[in-house]
C-alpha cells in the first residue's frame, strides 16, 4: 500500500482524524474572518436560557429586561459623573447595545483568535503532509532498489530500507559462480534526503556509492575497484532471493569515480538510480488525489 493513503509510521489513523479537525476547525474560523457577527449569531441560536418557574413568562422576561436597562442607564450616569468624557461615552455606547451585537473590540478579538486557528490548521496539515513526505520516500527508495511489497512498507522508514547492519562490501569473490547486482547509486555531491530517515543511514561524508541488496545477500557483497571500473557482485552459488527489504551498503571509493563504469557479472553495466524525496507539492498533490 502506497504510504500516501497513510500517514507514516502505524498513524494510519491519523488522516481522517486530523480532515476532521481541520475542518472543524475552518467552518468557524473563516466566516468568523470575514464577519465575526455572523458565527455570533448562529451559535446564539443553540443558547439554551433558564425556563422562568412563573405562569407568564413573556410578562416576567419584559420587566426583567426592563430593570436590567434602568439599572444599566443609571449605571452609566454615575459612572459618567466621575469618569473622563470619552470613557463614559463608550460605557453608555455599551448599555444602549442590543443583546448580541457585538462590540468592536470583540469583533478585533474574535478575529485574532480565527486567525490563530487558521495557522494552527495549516501547521497541521504541513505536519501531516511532512510525515507522508517521509514515508512515501523511504518507500519509492526501496522499491527503486528492487524490494516487493509487504508487511515492511506498513512502516517503511524501519522496515523496509535500511543502511547494512553487518557486510560493508570489502573482499574478493571466492565461490565459483557470483551473482548479479541490478543497480548503484552516486552520493558522492548528491547526499539523497531519503538517508536522512532511514536507520543505520550510511554518513554523506563517509560513502561515494550506495549498493542495495536483500539481506539475505548482504554480507555476501562484495565491490571492488579497479583502475578502469568498479565491479559489484554477490559472492554466492544461489541467487538472490526478491525479498521485500533493502539493505544499502555504503562504499568509499579511493578515488573519485570519473569515467570509470560500475559493472557486474561478466562487466555487464548496472543501472545507475537516483531515488530521492518527492517535493512538498508533489506530495500534497498525491495526497489530494489519492497517489
Known amino acids: 500500500m502506497a504510504p500516501y493513503l497513510a500517514a507514516v509510521r502505524n498513524y494510519w489513523a491519523l488522516l481522517p482524524a486530523i480532515a476532521v479537525i481541520i475542518g472543524l476547525i475552518l467552518l468557524y474560523a473563516i466566516p468568523t474572518l470575514i464577519n465575526p457577527q455572523w458565527t455570533s449569531s448562529i451559535l446564539a441560536l443553540f443558547r439554551q436560557f433558564p425556563e ?52 468592536p473590540q470583540q469583533i478585533k478579538s474574535r478575529r485574532m483568535l480565527a486567525g490563530v486557528l487558521v495557522a494552527a490548521a495549516v501547521g497541521l496539515f504541513g505536519f501531516n503532509v511532512s510525515l507522508n513526505r517521509e514515508a512515501n ?19 517503511p522508514c524501519i522496515n523496509m530500507i535500511y543502511g547494512s547492519f553487518f557486510g560493508d562490501g570489502q573482499g574478493e569473490a571466492n565461490e565459483d559462480t557470483q551473482q548479479p547486482v541490478k543497480a548503484y547509486q552516486v552520493v558522492h555531491k548528491k547526499k539523497p534526503t531519503y538517508l536522512r530517515w532511514i536507520q543505520n543511514a550510511p554518513k554523506y561524508d563517509e560513502a561515494d556509492l550506495l549498493v542495495g541488496t536483500g539481506l539475505s545477500c548482504n554480507l555476501d ?17 544461489q541467487p538472490c532471493p526478491n525479498e521485500d527489504n533493502v539493505s544499502l551498503t555504503a562504499f568509499k571509493l579511493k578515488k573519485p569515480l570519473g569515467d570509470r563504469q560500475v559493472v557486474t557479472v561478466d562487466d555487464k553495466p548496472m543501472e545507475r538510480i537516483n531515488p530521492d524525496v518527492d517535493s512538498w507539492p508533489t506530495v500534497v498533490k498525491k495526497l489530494i488525489t489519492g497517489g
Do not use: T
Open 137 to 155: 520516500a523511504c518507500y519509492q527508495a526501496a522499491k527503486a532498489w528492487g524490494a516487493s511489497d509487504g508487511k515492511p512498507a506498513e512502516d
Open 52 to 103: 422562568d418557574a412563573e405562569p407568564a413568562p413573556d410578562q416576567a422576561h419584559g420587566q426583567a429586561q426592563g430593570q436590567a436597562q434602568n439599572q444599566a442607564q443609571n449605571q452609566a450616569q454615575h459612572q459618567a459623573q466621575s469618569q473622563a468624557p470619552g470613557q463614559a461615552q463608550q460605557q453608555g455606547e455599551q448599555a444602549q447595545r442590543p443583546a448580541g451585537i457585538l462590540g
Open 221 to 237: 557483497l562484495r565491490i571492488m575497484e579497479e583502475e578502469d571500473k568498479v565491479v559489484v557482485l554477490v559472492d554466492a552459488n
